[in-house]
């Protein structure tokens, strides 16, 4: 469908308001009420957060990540999340948001983000999310949004200059250069004990093993850039300025109040209020601190513009379209991107307009350009970059060269060094991973996506390690949080073990004597929290779960035992269990959180496993009674009694039996069920998941083989359904065999009363005496003459 259909037909809202009023959260469960939805994101590590929430509540079957470095897409996604610039926004999908869109404004990607607000839409409902400040543009904008005011959830106050000594437990401090971030962390670690780390810099695997020890405690403060402004959910009670000026590319200069009150605005969550200030020795204005109190801002008069209809015919054309200015005087054109720059200085270059002359070898040549500048580089050396990557994609074998680019990565492929050389590695490792996510560039994209990804990781769990053990005292990072540190708000960090005391007190010292002298079990994957990052993003493949429903991750050799993770414990129902970690050689709170996270979206994975074809996109295409029917075998694990669904079986179409047949449901007389939901795999998970819902209590089972067994008394009927051995009589018999039966019972009694066929026993593994109650139960009756329909 054309935009501008698509523009007719969606319904349209935009969200505004200050930092805190929940405009993210509202917009993601929003489109978990659609059937397919996108959401576009300002920062990869907000997208990557996003993802891991909803992946934790539905499974990673059923959302795609896409940013510039790194794609998930498994093969059916219903919801993708993205960072604004890799939206795929030619994919149709039922929901589409746009978070942040006063970065519109933003002189290096404001022209991306005008963009999606004027043309991504969803086929039903588009949200715009972002600041009130942009009130006044979208009347012009964009007419036919309704525009919704949401206010601030918790109270923001400003408070005096404070001390580094004297500022409050879960406190974020603001610099706006990584050098300083670090000058900062040391002090707080001299001062009080240490502090994690979080800068635009860093991958979503060190920021989120960073993050977790604040989450849970382990470290009283957050020195931070202004990376966390961006709706990033973290558990903060006060910011402090240590900076009011950043330099922004081209200049040092000061921050507006709206963007100073966009980082205050991470103070407070929810309805808990929240505080913000400088950091002693600077100070903060008071008619400053007013304005973000109130939320009085200036509003945004003009948007960055690119034109969206480039001419590549010539090299020429291309720069001239680029030049083009808007006819709309709202519209600023975007004249400093670093793309556009770049392309300019390849354009004086003989050897590149010798190759860019054919129009797709212009369009090459702009792909080329805007390879993002990770290195944060003069323009020159990334140019150079750039102008040597086209040269080589140009070429006769139109592809990279694999030895000039392993040359290029193996040398990265370095943990060794200090702080900052692991960072300029990582900075230079996602302009690679960038490379490789453009297949058409290589002649073996997935192979170099997966090395790209697995030198970035390890330079992340490296790149950690040497932040903890410079901001962080060891005796904070493995013994426990100070006792005025409130535990998480968040959901994942709920549940955890209570903080102990400080080490000063004489209680910590005893206990330190006892676990001295205790034998201390060490995990089976390592020794450091490198094993624990494998885990946060280990493939499904890593993972597994016995009948009893305990978890198990394999080693990285293997030879080695897989370690015992966790266990699945009953939930709200039985599609949706809960996990127990059940090992306590994690090196602190904030691990568990991230191994749980893991472990959540693994196991609504092996609920999407068991569901099968009932969670396939043509379930949709089903009537009302259809769909009723699926939401009854869903409930069943793939099993339904006929003669609980009579209404919805009588309200099916002849559409709805073909698409029935169509995803492998068989519409017995008797049982409905799915027969690849009988195999032994299938059945083995679903046992899992029965476990869990009895508190591990399992259900009498006599081998994947068995064809039926006795019931056990104070296991449901429901239970066994769910298990696809539906209850008849004293047997829970395999759905399978107990349709079959009551086909072949029918068809004797079509020709009259009947005696029980014998082979029925043999079918059912049971004797005569429990094959007549077994009849019964089918719906059969004995009479003077014989058995027959009841």
């Not at 401090?173 to 040391?186: M, W």
């Not at 903060?284 to 973000?292: F, K, V, Y």
């Not at 209680?507 to 330190?512: I, K």
């Amino acid at each position: 469908m054309p935009y501008a259909a698509l523009a007719a037909a969606s319904s349209m809202s935009a969200l505004l308001g200050p930092t805190n009023t929940g405009k993210t959260h509202r917009a993601v469960e929003r489109m978990l009420e659609h059937s397919t939805g996108m959401i576009g994101l300002p920062l990869r590590l907000l997208a990557r957060e996003i993802y891991d929430r909803i992946s934790a509540r539905l499974g990673e079957s059923a959302v795609a990540l896409m940013t510039g470095e790194e794609k998930r897409i498994p093969p059916r996604p219903r919801y993708w999340v993205c960072t604004t610039e890799a939206m795929p926004v030619g994919r149709e999908v039922d929901f589409v948001a746009v978070d942040e869109i006063q970065l519109a404004a933003h002189p290096q990607r404001g022209h991306v983000f005008t963009e999606r607000l004027l043309l991504a839409r969803g086929r039903l409902e588009t949200w715009l999310l972002g600041a009130e400040t942009m009130r006044p543009l979208l009347g012009e904008l964009v007419p036919a949004a309704v525009v919704q005011s949401h206010p601030r959830l918790s109270t923001l106050k400003a408070r005096a200059a404070t001390r580094l000594s004297a500022l409050p437990a879960r406190t974020a401090i603001i610099a706006f250069s990584v050098p300083e971030v670090y000058a900062l962390a040391d002090r707080v670690r001299a001062r009080r004990g240490g502090a994690a780390v979080v800068h635009g810099a860093l991958s979503p695997r060190t920021r989120n093993a960073q993050v977790a020890m604040f989450q849970a405690g382990e470290v009283d403060c957050l020195v931070a850039t202004d990376a966390i402004g961006m709706g990033l959910n973290l558990d903060i009670g006060h910011v402090a300025f240590a900076e009011l000026r950043k330099f922004d590319g081209r200049e040092m200069r000061a921050l507006s109040a709206a963007e100073l009150a966009q980082i205050a605005g991470r103070a407070g969550r929810h309805c808990t209020d929240g505080t913000f200030g400088a950091l002693a020795p600077l100070s903060l204005d008071p008619a400053l601190g007013l304005d973000i109190e109130m939320h009085r801002f200036s509003p945004v008069r003009r948007v960055m513009w690119r034109n969206p209809d480039l001419d590549d015919a010539s090299l020429d054309g291309l720069l001239g379209s680029l030049k083009q200015r808007p006819k709309r005087r709202v519209f600023e054109l975007q004249a400093r991107a670093d793309d556009y720059r770049v392309l300019e200085l390849l354009a004086e270059r003989p050897e590149i307009r010798a190759r860019a002359v054919a129009p797709d070898m212009v369009a090459l040549l702009w792909e080329a350009c805007r390879i993002p500048d990770f290195r944060k580089l003069l323009i020159e050396p990334h140019a150079q970059l750039c102008g040597e990557l086209y040269l080589q994609l140009s070429g006769r074998r139109a592809r990279l060269d694999p030895d000039w680019l392993n040359e290029r990565v193996q040398r990265l492929d370095d943990t060794t060094g200090s702080i900052d050389e692991l960072l300029m590695r990582m900075e230079s490792i996602r302009i690679w991973s960038y490379v490789a996510q453009r297949p058409r560039w290589l002649d073996d994209g997935q192979h170099w996506q997966e090395r790209c990804q697995a030198v970035e990781d390890r330079l992340s769990d490296s790149l950690h390690n040497r932040l903890v053990e410079r901001f962080v005292e060891r005796r904070r990072r493995h013994g426990a949080a100070r006792p005025h540190t409130r535990p998480s708000r968040r959901g994942l960090g709920e549940g955890l073990e209570p903080a102990a005391a400080t080490s000063s007190n004489p209680f910590h010292q005893l206990l330190g004597l006892r676990l001295a002298c205790e034998p201390q079990a060490e995990p089976a994957l390592g020794t450091d929290d490198r094993w624990v990052n494998e885990l946060a993003d280990a493939p499904h493949a890593r993972f597994s779960v016995d009948a009893r429903g305990r978890i198990f991750a394999s080693a990285a050799a293997r030879e080695a035992e897989p370690t015992l993770l966790g266990q699945l414990t009953r939930g709200v129902d039985l599609l949706h269990p809960e996990i127990k970690l059940t090992f306590a050689s994690l090196p602190g709170a904030g691990a568990r959180a991230r191994i749980l996270r893991r472990l959540l979206a693994f196991t609504r994975d092996l609920v999407e496993e068991s569901l099968g074809s009932l969670r396939d996109e043509r379930v949709r295409e089903l009537s009302a009674a259809g769909r009723g029917l699926v939401y009854q075998l869903e409930q069943g694990l793939g099993t339904a009694l006929a003669d609980r669904a009579s209404t919805q079986l009588g309200g099916l179409s002849e559409a709805d039996r073909s698409l029935f047949a169509g995803l492998g449901v068989e519409l017995g007389y008797a049982v409905i069920y799915v027969p690849r939901l009988l195999k032994p795999a299938a059945v083995a998970r679903r046992l899992a998941l029965c476990a869990a819902f009895l508190d591990r209590r399992q259900p009498p089972w006599s081998g994947q083989a068995a064809v039926s067994f006795g019931r056990q008394r104070g296991v449901s009927d429901e239970l066994y359904l769910a298990l696809g051995y539906p209850v008849f009589g004293p047997r829970a018999i395999r759905a399978d065999l107990a349709e079959r039966s009551a086909a072949r019972l029918r068809a004797a009694a079509a020709e009259g009363p009947f005696d029980l066929p014998a082979e029925l026993s043999t079918w059912l593994g049971c004797g005569r005496s429990e094959l007549v109650l077994v009849a019964r139960a089918l719906g059969f009756r004995r009479g003077r003459e014989g058995w027959m329909a009841a």
